[in-house]
């Protein structure tokens, strides 16, 4: 037993490392560009430069800088040194110009005269023509995200247009603009298309993204939220707390109430009792979960149909001041935790249920059952000391779910009582695409999957010690 559950834990290994490659690979193929700062004012060098330097702090802060994975594999046309423009939809636009051109040394120094001419910019006084200096930074600004020769090609001609219409602005932008154009015409010009076919693989070392945070996340580092840059430990954590009380309440509340519920229906097979709590857990079993969560909160936390009905808290965890007392707090929070408990556990309960009276059946079937009932033992000591233990191997199958499912909480109920556990968190963190916090809760979750499964196989062997992982001769 203990070689296979040291054999169990290395195939973690393994595991996780596919699923970390697959929740990193995910993460690079998302829309949008957590590094962009709040707001971009670029009318002074300050904020030209400052917006720059905030982008490369928070692709830092977020762990977006540097080279993606340990090598990248691409053609002889693009570089080894990409990776180093750190703005998001710049990189990509001349990796574009890359593809379609295949030289990027021009296509790097027509990337050096847009960035000199935005300096230069700059040091215009105010009082030469501040409106052309204007026009020309915002047709600047658009030349590092465009790819099309036509787009490309307007904004540059806009560009001389103006500069020609003011001859004071030419002794300042003489040498910037002419090499603007020239620097793109020779782009063009020495096209170098064969180079895209050429393959090549680059080595990037150990200081990329996904060491950095596959590194950080083995200690328990996820990084940090895009929304709030609030650790993602510290968003898991506080979530994590009520999503694990709710969840540990409805599983004993479940089980405790399904176990016996099975073995009396499987005691009683036939009988009127087995009858109606069949019709009635199937009854239960059908409800949709956000359909009764949803009535619940409409019939019972409001006095719409009458005070009577008002018999729970409304929504939410109710009012708790870390100034009030701990009971205070404990028991405000319980009060608002009754009916999603009940939404979390009336569904489970009826479905261990009946996988507890299929178990039950099936053992009573066997033949060391029939031989304890012709030894003259009554029917108690038959299920509950021969019959009960073998017929828990369904019910322990489903444990695998359960240390899952306390970490991910369920979304439905805790979105319609507004409780902040995992699910609404996760929800919340998808709909605003808080990327960390995502696939944080996606390696958390596959771990307690792989945990829940191998305590499962633990505790088959405790319930019957005739189960062996091992190998027989």
């Excluded at 560009?33 to 030209?48: A, G």
């Excluded at 036509?150 to 540059?156: F, G, M, N």
């Excluded at 150990?206 to 993602?232: C, E, M």
């Excluded at 939410?316 to 205070?328: K, M």
Aim: charged fraction near 20%.
């Amino acid at each position: 037993m203990f070689k296979y559950i040291v054999k169990r834990i290395l195939y973690f290994i393994p595991t996780l490392f596919a699923i970390s490659l697959l929740a990193f690979g995910l993460s690079k193929c998302t829309s949008g560009d957590p590094c962009q700062p709040p707001e971009r004012q670029n009318d002074s060098k300050y904020s030209f430069l400052s917006y720059n330097k905030e982008y490369r702090e928070r692709c830092e802060l977020f762990g977006l800088s540097g080279a993606t994975f340990y090598f990248g594999i691409s053609s002889r046309a693009y570089p080894d040194t990409l990776y180093r423009i750190i703005q998001k939809n710049e990189r990509e636009n001349w990796s574009t110009l890359v593809a379609h051109y295949g030289n990027w040394e021009n296509i790097s120094a027509y990337k050096k005269a847009i960035y000199t001419t935005q300096l230069k910019l700059f040091e215009v006084p105010d009082s030469v023509a501040k409106s052309d200096v204007k026009k020309i930074r915002r047709e600047l600004s658009f030349l590092p995200i465009l790819s099309k020769d036509e787009a490309i090609t307007a904004r540059l001609n806009e560009v001389l247009k103006i500069y020609n219409n003011n001859f004071t602005l030419k002794k300042y932008l003489k040498n910037e603009v002419a090499q603007l154009q020239s620097t793109y015409r020779s782009i063009k010009e020495n096209a170098t298309p064969s180079q895209l076919y050429i393959p090549k693989i680059h080595w990037y070392g150990w200081d990329n993204q996904y060491h950095r945070w596959i590194t950080k996340t083995l200690k328990g580092d996820f990084g940090f939220s895009y929304i709030n840059l609030r650790p993602v430990s510290s968003e898991i954590k506080d979530a994590i707390f009520w999503t694990f009380i709710m969840m540990v309440l409805s599983i004993i509340l479940s089980y405790s109430v399904a176990i016996p519920l099975g073995v009396f229906s499987a005691k009683n097979k036939g009988l009127r009792f087995d009858k109606i709590t069949t019709l009635v857990l199937f009854m239960l079993y059908s409800l949709p979960s956000f359909w009764v969560a949803t009535m619940m909160v409409v019939f019972f936390t409001t006095p719409e149909y009458g005070e009577w009905t008002n018999i729970f808290p409304s929504i939410g965890l109710g009012n708790l001041r870390t100034d009030l007392p701990y009971w205070d707090r404990f028991w405000e929070a319980a009060k608002h935790l009754i009916l999603p408990v009940l939404c979390l556990s009336y569904a489970r309960l009826a479905f261990i249920s009946r996988q507890m009276r299929g178990g039950m059946l099936n053992v009573l079937g066997m033949d060391y059952i029939r031989t304890a009932k012709a030894k003259g033992l009554n029917k108690h000591q038959v299920i509950w000391k021969h019959g009960f233990r073998n017929s828990l191997f369904p019910i322990i199958t489903l444990f695998a779910s359960v240390l899952p499912m306390t970490l991910a909480g369920s979304v439905i109920i805790e979105v319609i009582f507004n409780i902040p556990g995992m699910g609404k968190l996760t929800l919340d963190a998808i709909l605003q695409n808080d990327y960390p916090i995502v696939f944080a809760v996606l390696l958390l979750s596959a771990m307690m999957t792989m945990i829940g499964v191998l305590i499962s196989d633990i505790l088959y062997v405790f319930v019957d010690p005739r189960v062996s992982f091992g190998k027989k001769n």
